[in-house]
């Protein structure tokens, strides 16, 4: 079993930056594929990012290309999504998945909220 702590959610105003991290209590996040995705009130959840065990190979939503960045460090157990140029329509909560949509592990989400 793994556990996926998310931090780093909050209130920001278009423009604004934030930086999300998902911390696993178990070194097997470092052989596995990590994501973040996000669900707004009313809608599916979407991707956000994928990255690679080893960082090589990412992966964006649409909707977020050149404006996030996902980012991992193995030693730490702990993975990132910088946020850039947000804006409105990124307001959801974000969730940390590690091991696939399917079979992984889900973070409880942290809220984001972007809005002046």
């Known amino acids: 079993q793994v556990q996926l702590v998310e931090s780093g959610g909050g209130l920001v105003q278009p423009g604004g930056s934030l930086r999300l991290s998902c911390a696993a209590s178990s070194s097997i996040f470092r052989f596995k594929n990590m994501g973040w995705y996000r669900q707004a009130p009313g809608k599916q959840r979407e991707l956000v990012a994928t990255?690679?065990?080893?960082?090589?190979?990412?992966n964006y939503g649409d909707s977020v290309k050149g404006r996030f960045t996902i980012s991992r460090d193995n030693a730490k157990n702990t993975g990132y999504l910088q946020m850039y140029s947000l804006k409105p329509e990124d307001t959801a909560v974000y969730y940390c998945?590690?091991?696939?949509?399917?079979?992984?592990?889900w973070g409880q989400g942290t809220q984001v909220t972007v809005s002046s």
């Open positions: 990255i690679t065990p080893s960082g090589t190979r990412t």
């Open positions: 998945n590690v091991g696939g949509v399917t079979s992984g592990y």
